[in-house]
């Protein structure tokens, strides 16, 4: 069996197309969607990230401010920078990217952005709504797998799911996405024992390691028909790769996503519904009932 290739980047375009549909409705109501970026210090990656995600938003419509801010900038410093973009009538959706320098805490960083205008879902308000079932917001990376499974009509229904990560903004998250869809999920992670196992009792594989010299997901690991998402992104030989061997992978496999081209291409495409969604709430247009 030969699986097929999800690929990202056509759903992504077609999640583009209906943001730039709503930006337009925006408009005509008065609302020109923006988006605050906050990097803060000098890695290449986070800048390179932080730049794509503007290019995305001025390629659909979407106003950015970019504040990139040095690698010594203070907690007090950043929490006023939030608290100004939060009063900002003009802003809808703000992002401060990680990881953020050693001398900042992450957690009460977040915890500061207004719940409406938190387009990463990542507020204690908009975590506590997701576990709800009844989030607005929901971290992009998610909700983008989730996207891809509606769009190849995969059906979670009474499928055993194993995620291979724990993080906020990945690996719990998706955890009470897919169980709010009637998925039996396990977590695992760096502690967790029988990981092979694990996996060849799923149906469905999500790996968001990122670190290909030390774990590499191969098709022994999988079983015939599974589905893999691969959320990894590592450099092998100075080329992007994801946890996934993928060119084994999608020998046994029913659906894989490749990387680059998969995930990837669908998390930025949801940062822009998500800042627009963001922008209907400063009107009341949005709501979770
Ligand atoms: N760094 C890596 N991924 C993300 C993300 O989705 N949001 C933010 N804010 N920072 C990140």
Do not use: W
Request: hydrophobic share 40%; proline share 4%.
């Amino acid at each position: 069996m030969t699986g097929q290739k999800i690929d990202g980047i056509t759903v992504a375009n077609s999640v583009k197309e209906l943001v730039r549909a709503s930006v337009s409705e925006l408009k005509k109501d008065g609302v020109e969607p923006c988006l605050a970026t906050i990097l803060i210090g000098d890695d290449p990656a986070s800048a390179s990230y932080v730049t794509s995600k503007q290019k995305d938003c001025a390629e659909v419509g979407i106003i950015t401010k970019d504040h990139r801010l040095p690698q010594e900038f203070s907690q007090m410093e950043l929490d006023s920078l939030i608290d100004l973009l939060n009063n900002d009538k003009t802003v809808h959706g703000i992002l401060v990217q990680l990881p953020l320098p050693k001398q900042l805490d992450e957690f009460s960083t977040t915890t500061r952005i207004s719940p409406i205008k938190d387009v990463d879902g990542l507020t204690p308000y908009n975590v506590g709504l997701l576990a709800s079932g009844r989030a607005i917001l929901k971290p992009c990376t998610p909700s983008g797998i989730m996207e891809l499974f509606d769009y190849y009509g995969i059906d979670l229904s009474g499928k055993n799911v194993v995620i291979i990560n724990r993080s906020n903004l990945v690996g719990k998250p998706l955890y009470h996405l897919m169980l709010e869809k009637n998925a039996t999920v396990t977590t695992c992670h760096s502690k967790t024992k029988n990981l092979k196992d694990l996996c060849l009792g799923a149906d469905i594989v999500v790996t968001a390691v990122g670190n290909r010299a030390k774990f590499t997901l191969t098709a022994d690991m999988i079983r015939e028909g599974a589905v893999v998402i691969d959320v990894g992104t590592s450099r092998v030989n100075g080329k992007l790769a994801g946890d996934a061997d993928y060119d084994g992978i999608i020998k046994k496999a029913s659906y894989a996503t490749p990387v680059p081209g998969g995930v990837g291409p669908m998390t930025r495409a949801m940062l822009l519904r998500n800042t627009v969604t963001a922008a209907s709430i400063s009107k009341g247009f949005a709501t979770n009932r």
